[in-house]
């Protein structure tokens, strides 16, 4: 099975996996490319060379890395991934798939396309860099994942009562129109010229009763749309979220904030073209159908002159399909761009403000609203031109139609009245196909959007209704010859071993980057080790139920993470009746109460984005409280204290010593001075 090598860069960051993508499609591997994101440990910064050839191995190929010079890509086995340097500074990888004496022929996922480069200028941009990679023994042909269209005629065939209806009314609708047209004829070619008055008067009372008919059918149909939009949109963006939640936290970490959000606006444009374009592209077609058996039955030598515009209508629509689906993809990643910085730059406005950057920040988010509005404004230009085109082309059908019509009345080829008709249905005959035109940007856009979407829904979620559900008094947690490095990078863990034991408090040290958080996050179950073992007495963890793992294990992160709702919810979240007697209990021990004394609602008191109206030594013990409010098992505490006050530090620490007391297993990640003094025995990672 053969799948096109062309394919486009979903993010920014996406280049080196979609043409990794490219290259698996040409050996005959459809592969989506946010799962190779996954494989290649690709970041908001990008793939790494070593991260692509991970990923090219997980997948069947044989992938290494070269580096040479001009003469190289001639010898090398095609096609080839080349790592370049943009003009603009950004790295960037493309695919080359021909090479000859002046011109080399890439794939850009940038663009999306098989484009022809001078040589001398792909020189200029290659930094020498190749990989190449070829199938395997374990390399499989075919399609990983659900391909879009079936997952659309799914969500399709679960609406299809509603689509059968608006179809039904449409084609009332549709048959109302036609039959206006006919009582025009029949009163110019029949009535009028007998004098018959009554007959005026029955026509007149029939139209104006069709007119009525019209109107209830248009509101009935928009009100099945309506609900029929409203609907799709709910169970798409409902789907995505419980999804995008089941998801592991490698998915959040290697995205922005836009990048991730910006699927919410796919589903709004899936569901669009759902709900809107699909059943308008059908109901044009029957208008089109309709009006053509109409016409050709009035007068066939006319309709067959009309049918000589056809070509011209279907000529504009394949030269703006091309460009249109070429435009609108630098749109939306322009946009997501731009959404992105805005949401970063926000985000860190207290730094922007502190080093007086506020100048350089703005320009460089204005640069990205000028590059945005650029191509806007070129879709723009692109699209009236064609829209002048097709109305054009609508004019002259009306102009030939009345011209060639009137030559057929002088020859008693055609009544008046019938040439009325032929007048009135070339409206029928031109509107649907000046509509598949406009539908085109609509569909593009939603097929475009669906291909991202549903990559997201497809990958692989958390394993949450596996394992054992037994309840577990944990004495020993204890990690053995780990080994562990995120994908296309050195390894962070090399056979690393731990002992944590119940009443008692260890403490991990060492240098930043050594690996203390990435212990943390492995005995979470957030990240999972190459090899090695981590057991709670002697049961793999892996074996546990992982919702019941994370009610026996809890951490407190160096940043709080609280939500904006009240002190109470932040405290126990998800809980619709929290125990408030505890929550008062662990503000007693925290030294929160004079907090809660000047808050006017209490532990109802709303904090705001973030816990913006609390300190951050306030909204640490709150974190604190929030993670004892569970009555873990299991505690870690990762730089928990580092932006604390001393009196927050000594209220979380004088906390942690009670939880020893109580027989919890405790992981203290520090090194200060004050944390460590409260260790029973030290670790460090080096």
């Known amino acids: 099975m053969k799948f096109s090598v062309k394919i486009r860069q979903q993010d920014l960051s996406d280049c080196g996996v979609a043409s990794l993508a490219s290259v698996a499609a040409f050996y005959g591997l459809r592969f989506p ?13 990008g793939s790494t060379i070593a991260g692509l050839i991970d990923a ?4 069947g190929l ?24 943009k003009k603009s500074g950004l790295l960037h990888f493309a695919v080359l798939y021909r090479i000859g004496k002046k011109f080399a022929h890439i794939m850009d996922p940038s663009k999306g396309r098989i484009q022809r480069v001078n040589i001398a200028d792909l020189c200029e941009e290659w ?31 679960t609406k299809k009562r509603d689509y059968l209806k608006a179809l039904t009314v449409s084609i009332l609708f549709i048959l109302i129109s036609l039959s206006t047209s006919f009582f025009i004829k029949y009163l110019i070619d029949d009535v009028i010229p007998s004098g018959n008055q009554h007959q005026i008067t029955l026509i007149g009372v ?19 749309l309506l609900n029929l939009s409203v609907g799709t949109n709910h169970e798409l963006i409902s789907s995505f979220v419980t999804k995008l939640f089941e998801l592991p936290q490698q998915y959040f970490d290697s995205r922005k904030t836009g990048e991730i959000t910006s699927r919410i606006e796919d589903a709004f444009k899936v569901g669009n073209m759902l709900s809107e374009a699909v059943l308008t592209f059908s109901i044009n077609i029957l208008t089109f159908l309709l009006s053509i058996i109409v016409l050709l039955t009035v007068q066939w030598k006319l309709s067959l002159f009309l049918l000589a515009f056809l070509p011209l209508y279907i000529l504009l629509y394949i030269i703006y399909d091309i460009i249109n689906r070429s435009i609108r993809k630098t749109i939306m990643e322009n946009g997501a761009k731009f959404e992105s910085s805005l949401i970063e730059n926000i985000r860190s406005s207290l ?38 085109s097709t109305d054009f082309n609508s004019k002259l059908l009306s102009i030939t139609t009345l011209w060639a019509g009137g030559l057929f009345i002088l020859t008693d080829k055609l009544t008046l009245g019938e040439l009325i008709l032929f007048y009135t249905l070339t409206a029928l005959f031109s509107s649907p196909l000046n509509s598949f035109i406009a539908l085109n940007t609509s569909i593009r856009d939603g097929m475009a959007a669906a291909e991202r979407l549903f990559e997201v829904m497809d990958l692989d979620g958390e394993p949450y209704n596996e394992g054992l559900s037994v309840e577990l008094n944990i004495e020993e947690l204890k990690m053995e010859k780990i080994v562990f490095g995120y994908a296309g990078r050195d390894k962070v863990l090399q056979d690393f071993n731990l002992c944590l ?26 990240l999972h080790a190459e090899s090695g073992s981590i057991a709670a007495d002697g049961v793999d963890i892996n074996q546990i139920n992982l919702q019941l793992w994370r009610n026996i294990i809890t951490i407190v992160p160096q940043n709080p993470g609280l939500f904006s709702g009240t002190i109470s919810q932040n405290i126990a979240p998800g809980e619709t009746e929290p125990d408030c007697d505890l929550i008062l209990q662990l503000c007693r021990e925290l030294g929160l109460l004079d907090l809660l004394k000047r808050l006017p609602l209490g532990l109802d008191t709303f904090l705001g984005e973030n816990g913006s109206r609390l300190s951050r030594g306030e909204q640490q013990r709150i974190a604190v409280a929030r993670a004892l409010y569970r009555e873990p098992k299991i505690l870690i505490l990762d730089e928990a204290t580092s932006s604390c006050d001393t009196e927050s530090k000594n209220l979380i620490l004088n906390s ?20 460590l003094a409260i260790a029973d025995r030290h670790v460090n990672i080096k």
């Open 351 to 388: 730094t922007v403000k502190c080093f007086g950057i506020e100048k350089e920040i703005v320009a460089d988010i204005r640069d990205r609203l000028i590059t945005l509005n650029s191509s806007i404004v070129k879709a723009g230009k692109w699209g009236i031109s064609f829209a002048g």
């Open 33 to 45: 490319v946010a799962k190779l994101r996954n494989y290649s440990g690709t970041n908001s910064e």
């Open 62 to 85: 044989t992938a290494k890395g070269y580096k040479g010079k001009l003469s190289s890509l001639y010898k090398i086995p095609k096609p080839a991934i080349l790592h370049l340097k």
């Open 656 to 675: 942690v010593v009670r939880q020893r007391e109580r027989g919890c297993i405790i992981l203290l990640i520090s090194h200060q001075k004050e944390d």
């Open 501 to 526: 034991k119940s009443g008692q408090i260890t403490a991990l040290c060492g240098e930043n980057g050594s690996g203390k958080s990435t212990v943390a996050l492995l005995l979470m179950r957030m």
């Open 206 to 224: 029939a139209m104006i009763c069709f007119a009525i008919l019209s109107f209830l059918l248009y509101w009935h149909r928009s009100k099945i």
């Open 127 to 157: 930094t020498g860099h190749i990989i190449v990679a070829l199938p395997d023994d374990n390399f499989k042909k075919g399609r990983v994942g659900v391909n879009p269209l079936q997952r659309l005629w799914k969500i399709f065939k």
């Open 56 to 59: 090219a191995k997980k997948i």
